[in-house]
């Protein structure tokens, strides 16, 4: 099993421009979220999904858009990039929110610059 | 709402004993993980508590206590590849996982 793989692992982008950070995950699970990061902090929820077809907001939604037509898909979409989305992107996945065991399984990161 | 507050910074020499705690405000709270992270690295699971009172896993407890809204993190017999940032997440019977803003171990020789 590959886990949970998300692409593109860099990106720099201008401002106004768009793209989609890539999250796919190979264990049949549930929940999926996408957080980031910003340097010395926490990671802060962005969008999260119970299951295929249905997404909700997190902590900081603006800015960005989710889908998730299939279990293992979560792609993020940012419009229009503003140098405060500035960030580290994780994607995570669990069985069922974690009510069981706790265990988010988070991919390797996509680090994002925008200027 | 949701809030998780932890130390920002810990520091304890090779072999000693660190707790790190955690204390919560979380509307639907389920459960309290703890997770690891290295510099540049993706966060990594070490514990969780779904029910009041102590979890061991090796040199790493947890322990929660719901009547305090409050947890924390043991590590024993530390080790130098134990410096890393540390975080609490408060798990919510909605889906989400919120997290603190973590803690800064610095082990020393």
Known sequence: NAGVTQTPKFRILKIGQSMTLQCTQDMNHNYMYWYRQDPGMGLKLIYYSVGAGITDKGEVPNGYNVSRSTTEDFPLRLELAAPSQTSVYFCASSYTAGLNTGELFFGEGSRLTVL | ?109
């Not at chain 2, 910074?9 to 389920?30: D, H, K, L, R, W």
């Not at chain 2, 975080?87 to 996982?97: H, I």
Request: glycine letters at 12%; aromatic letters at 12%.
């Open chain 2, 1 to 109: 709402g949701q809030s998780l507050e932890q130390p920002s910074e810990v520091t304890a020499v090779e072999g000693a004993i660190v707790q790190i705690n955690c204390t919560y405000q979380t509307s639907g709270f389920y459960g309290l993980s703890w997770y690891q992270q290295h510099d540049g690295g993706a966060p990594t699971f070490l514990s969780y508590n779904g029910l009041d009172g102590l979890e061991e896993t090796g040199r790493f407890s947890s322990f929660l206590s719901r009547s305090d809204s409050y947890g924390y993190l043991l590590l024993q017999e530390l080790q130098m590849k134990d410096s890393a940032s540390y975080f609490c997440a408060a798990n919510t019977n909605a889906g989400k996982s919120t997290f603190g803003d973590g803690t800064t171990l610095t082990v020393k020789p």
